[in-house]
Each structure stands twice: as C-alpha cells, then as structure tokens.
C-alpha cells in the first residue's frame, strides 16, 4: 500500500509537467477515490469471511480467466 502511495504520488507532478488539468476532473477523482476506500473495505470485510482455501481456489480461477482472456484477445490481434 505504501508503495503504491508513493508510485501514485510521484505521478502527479509528471501528469502536471504534462498539462493534465486535475482541477476539471476533481468530482470523478473524488469519486474513484471514495470507491477506493469503500471497495478496500469491503474487500477486508469479505476477506475476513471467506476460508482461506475458498480464497486461494477463487484466486487462482480469477488469474487463470483473466490470462485466457488475455491469451485470447492477443490471438485475435494477431489473427
């Protein structure tokens, strides 16, 4: 989390340096940062409910979806 803190803090004088104006788009970055935080918290309280082993089966079908579609969407690019 910290990491990704700094990596996301770094960005903005870079976004700045190149004319991104975040001033029009405050509503829809309050918006996103609000699901953040709500989806992180959901996220612990599901966490906190689901069995580790459920867990990490859910996990693994999530990353094996996500790679064929992936996969997929690379072969028809390439077709």
């Known amino acids: 989390s910290m990491m990704q803190l700094v ?4 960005k903005i004088p870079a ?5 991104f104006q975040f001033t029009e ?3 829809l970055l309050a918006i996103l940062s609000l699901a953040g ?3 992180a918290g959901l996220g612990v309280i599901a966490l ?3 069995n580790t082993d459920l867990f990490f089966v859910l ?6 979806a996500a ?13």
């Open 7 to 10: 990596i996301h803090l770094t």
């Open 59 to 64: 996990m693994r079908l999530a990353l094996a």
């Open 15 to 19: 976004f700045v340096f190149l004319g």
């Open 48 to 50: 906190r409910r689901v």
């Open 67 to 79: 790679g064929l579609h992936i996969a997929y969407q690379l072969l028809t690019m390439v077709i």
């Open 37 to 39: 935080v709500v989806g």
């Open 25 to 27: 788009h405050l509503w």
